[in-house]
């Protein structure tokens, strides 16, 4: 038996959700391949190369690499990128590239250099002809590579296809599903979220990631990718997003929406960037930095003078958060 067949094959790496929830939107169950990739029985299809770029994640590696590879897609490449990590991962991927030695699963060990970087040199030893890559704390579910070939075979327009996907709670409960798109809206906010697969093709056409758009490198890429053709969103629950208390998104909350206000702006919506800075300093306020969210308040106003928000905003900032608490639960608005 395989290595990663030891685990539940093509099983996600958190809980299984109750047959009844809505979670089971996904393809877990009745999900039939397209009779176009079959051949002879077998589906074949074209290429598809994940990247899987990796820090200091020795206890979670191995969970992502069998996870990927138990996708009942076959013609698969997994390349992990090991972003420097000074802990056992190196080893155990080493393990685990010997145990798989059909050329599947491809390990680039490099010098820490951050995210953009390591998807960088992944997609530069990509061979397929569709690429995605994944994070090591999340999960693709059954079927998931498989539904996003068909719907990009069958559209053969779209240079990309995203999908919806569901938040893990920390302690392995199931959280929130998020919808994603619409594609319209991406001017002003990632409406692409964490499960896609784009045409090489016009990965070649948008380029690189921008490594001084880090902790904002995929909305950037979304932004860029939307102009070399069209987006199209699969309304199915394929992933399952790890909310881990050490991901990049649950440390840097703060610094992720600064950069994607660096994407918003250079985009050129007025609209869109005043809508995201007032949020933001909104955030600001609710995770305990005052000063911050004023300052951003009072930069609000002095952008769109004619606008109330930034003037709302910094009475929000000067506002003792006993005195905010108290009128939300007046409200019946529940604390998060």
């Given amino acids: 038996m395989a290595p990663c067949a030891r685990r539940r094959a093509a099983a996600p790496l958190w809980r299984e959700q109750p047959r009844g929830r809505r979670a089971v939107r996904g393809l877990s169950a009745g999900f039939r391949v397209d009779e176009a990739l079959m051949t002879d029985g077998a589906m074949t299809g074209p290429l598809v190369s994940v990247v899987l770029p990796t820090y200091r994640r020795a206890r979670l590696i191995e969970r992502a690499v069998c996870n990927v590879l138990s996708q009942d897609y076959p013609n698969l490449e997994l390349i992990v990128v090991n972003d420097g990590s000074p802990d056992h991962t190196g080893e155990i991927l080493a393990r685990l590239e010997r145990e798989h030695g059909n050329g599947r699963l491809r390990v680039i060990t490099k010098d820490n250099g951050g995210l953009p970087r390591a998807l960088n040199t992944g997609f530069e030893a990509a061979r397929g002809e569709y690429w995605t890559w994944t994070s090591d704390d999340n999960a693709y579910r ?67 990631y921008d490594a001084s758009r880090e902790l904002a490198e995929d909305y950037d890429y979304w932004v860029r990718m939307a102009k070399v053709g069209p987006l199209r969103h699969l309304s199915r629950v394929l992933y399952d997003y790890g909310d881990e208390p050490d991901s990049l998104t649950r440390q840097k ?10 994407v918003i702006a250079a985009q050129g919506s007025r609209q869109a960037l005043r809508q995201h800075m007032t949020a933001l300093a909104g955030q600001l306020k609710s995770a305990g930095h005052g000063a911050q969210s004023l300052r951003t308040a ?27 608490r108290w009128t939300r639960r007046l409200r019946g608005i529940r604390e998060s």
């Fill in 142 to 208: 059954p079927g998931a590579i498989s539904a996003m070939v068909q719907e990009l075979e069958r559209h053969r327009e779209a240079v990309m296809v995203f999908a919806d996907y569901q938040v893990i709670n920390a302690n392995g409960s199931p959280g929130e599903i998020r919808t994603m798109g619409p594609v319209s809206e991406l001017v002003g906010r990632n409406v692409i979220g964490a499960c896609f697969l784009y045409r090489a093709s016009a990965a070649r056409q948008v380029g690189a």
């Fill in 298 to 324: 009072l930069w609000l106003v002095w952008r769109y003078p004619l606008s109330g928000a930034g003037y709302w905003a910094a009475l929000r900032a000067l506002t003792p958060m006993a005195f905010l």
């Fill in 253 to 262: 909350a703060l610094e992720v929406s600064h950069a994607a206000a660096r």
